[in-house]
């Protein structure tokens, strides 16, 4: 989701709880990050949720005390998943109903995610249960992420064959603007993202995605961050992940291969 859609859905489930929303922003930049969540433990917040991957749960723990703390998606109790295993799956199922069979797939490496991408882990198993798997278009432990990401490994992947690729959403955009002085989409390339936003539908053609109910999110991200702060423990001994659906949105990004590039 966009930046813009999480800050509304995080504004709107504190505000039911009568907290204002304090943004600061780090660019993405870990070491700056980390000054940021440092100083919010002076107690200048009541709570802080840390959105920064680089960072670890444990780690934002540490650089926050005494100030409680969430790490997005990440938190060790009361955690919130978003389910990109089976959005993955629909993904695929759809790509592979409209005849493609060299499907490609650029996910985050270990930077991001501490284990495997879900979304990679059922890439492998749709794909070998096919016998389709290729490792020459499958992209993972990348140190780049976002639209350079996609900038310099689409070409890789069609050179080797692939006639869609699934990868996250500024990634995909990265896709998109190589795709536009060297292949048609979706007549050439087929592009799905994990993630769905505004941006999605701004791109030319739209783009396919998988979308999740980010209110739902914040919902249970906030809940979790306030028991905390209350010390009431309704949350905060909890343990057993809660499972966000992602729902596959078609629109005209996808399309039949125009022709085999094996």
């Given amino acids: 989701s966009s930046t813009e859609e999480l800050v509304d859905s995080f504004g709107a489930a ?4 009568s907290y ?5 922003i780090s660019n993405m930049n870990p070491d700056l990050g980390r000054k940021i969540l440092s100083r919010f433990s002076n107690g200048m917040v ?19 005390a005494p100030v409680p703390v969430v790490t997005f998606l990440r ?7 978003i389910d990109y295993f089976n959005g993955t799956l629909k993904a695929l199922q759809h ?21 495997e991408h879900p979304a990679l882990t059922a890439y492998k198993k749709f794909m070998t249960e096919r016998d389709a798997y290729n490792p ?36 995909a955009i990265g896709v998109y603007q190589w795709a536009n002085n060297n ?3 979706p007549q050439d390339l087929s592009i799905v993202s994990f993630d769905d936003s505004r941006l999605c539908l701004a791109m030319s053609p739209a783009l396919t995605a998988m979308h999740v109910d980010m209110n739902l999110v914040a919902e249970h991200t906030v809940a979790s961050l306030v028991s905390l702060i209350e010390e009431d423990g309704i949350l905060s001994a909890r343990t057993e992940a809660a499972i966000v659906p992602q729902t596959l949105v078609l629109r005209r990004s996808t399309a039949a291969p125009y022709f085999s590039r094996l």
């Fill in 20 to 24: 204002t929303i304090v943004i600061s």
């Fill in 46 to 64: 009541d709570g802080v949720v840390n959105f920064l991957p680089p960072v670890s749960a444990e780690e934002a723990k540490k650089l926050c």
């Fill in 183 to 185: 292949v048609r989409i």
């Fill in 136 to 171: 020459k278009i499958v992209s993972h432990e990348i140190d780049l992420i976002g639209i350079q990401a996609g900038l310099d490994i689409a070409p890789m992947l069609w050179q080797n064959g692939a006639t869609a690729i699934i990868a996250g959403e500024m990634t």
């Fill in 14 to 17: 504190l505000s039911k709880r």
């Fill in 75 to 81: 938190q060790d109790f009361a955690p919130i998943r």
């Fill in 95 to 115: 790509l592979w109903a409209l005849g493609h069979r060299s499907i490609g797939i650029i996910a985050d490496g270990p930077k991001v995610w501490i284990t």
